[in-house]
């Protein structure tokens, strides 16, 4: 039997190729079908409060209109988060920080936050989540990420010890250098960016890939072949029955 170096399995959005995305209900999913992560989105409503979603506004993924930015935490709960996605999760409702938290707390998993700070600069955002993280003594398992570099430099000069991750979507040289460069010690690439070089560069260089989204088979029997270090994947159940065989020859 090989023993391949384990790779880590993130629920992207929990499990959001069979449950509405970014849902206490997808994030179980994923939990229950053996992901050991949950990568997740954050956006900050009017009265600031951090909410589990994707898009700066509620227009896709719930019964509502709007952006985020625009609406109370109150309002938000009014919407439906689950019907958008097949009517057997109606009632479903945006999570807020601090649910998914007080449930993760229960659990063991690890975490990535991702900061949606690209287009809306919400006022204090890393400030807000590095204090939701140590309310409930997550911090040292969490990984946070961003597309926005300037808030991955925030959360590090806020704190030094928080475990910062860059996400790119192209072919970034020697992004190791670069990331180390802003104090982050993990690679969050685009699938099609986690080519050879760069899967071995990293390795060399003592640098976790975690690459995002690996929702192809035959994508998920490379990267665990090859002992990727994670992959963020939108079915984590396939994944981890594919790393499961893998481990069985
Ligand atoms: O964190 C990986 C991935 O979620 C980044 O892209 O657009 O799905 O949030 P996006
Ligand atoms: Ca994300």
């Known amino acids: 039997m090989t023993i391949l170096q384990k790779t880590i399995i993130f629920g992207h959005r929990g499990s959001a ?29 009017k009265d600031l ?15 509502g209109e709007g952006w985020i930015k625009d609406l109370t935490l109150e309002q938000l709960k ?68 961003s597309f926005n570099h300037y808030s991955l430099v925030e959360i590090n000069k806020l704190d030094p010890e928080a475990e910062t991750a860059i996400l790119f979507m192209e072919g970034i040289y020697e992004p190791w250098n670069y990331a180390r460069s802003i104090g982050a010690s993990g690679l969050h690439c685009y699938l099609p960016v986690a080519a050879p070089d760069l899967l071995q560069g990293a390795q060399k260089a ?28 939108d079915y984590p159940e396939k994944a981890i029955a594919i790393r499961n065989e893998l481990n069985s020859k």
């Not at 951090?50 to 506004?57: A, F, G, M, Y």
């Not at 439906?80 to 409702?93: E, I, P």
Request: proline share 4%; charged share 20%.
């Open 78 to 145: 009014t919407y439906d988060a689950g019907n958008w996605f097949d009517n057997s999760f109606k009632g479903a409702t945006i999570p807020t920080l601090d649910e998914l938290l007080q449930w993760v707390s229960t659990t063991s998993l690890l975490l990535n936050l991702e900061l949606k700070s690209g287009l809306v600069r919400y006022p204090n955002v890393e400030k807000i989540v590095l204090e939701y993280l140590t309310k409930y003594d997550v911090k040292e398992r969490t990984i946070i990420s």
């Open 49 to 63: 409060v951090p909410v589990v979603i994707h898009d700066e506004t509620i227009n896709r993924t719930t019964n």
């Open 206 to 233: 003592g640098m976790p890939v975690r690459p995002f989204t690996v929702n192809e088979e035959k994508h998920m029997y490379a990267l665990i072949k090859g002992g990727c270090s994670a992959i963020i994947t």
């Open 17 to 45: 190729g069979t449950y509405p995305e970014n849902t206490m209900e997808s994030f179980k999913a994923a939990y229950e079908a053996g992901a050991e992560g949950l990568e997740f989105d954050i956006h900050l409503t």
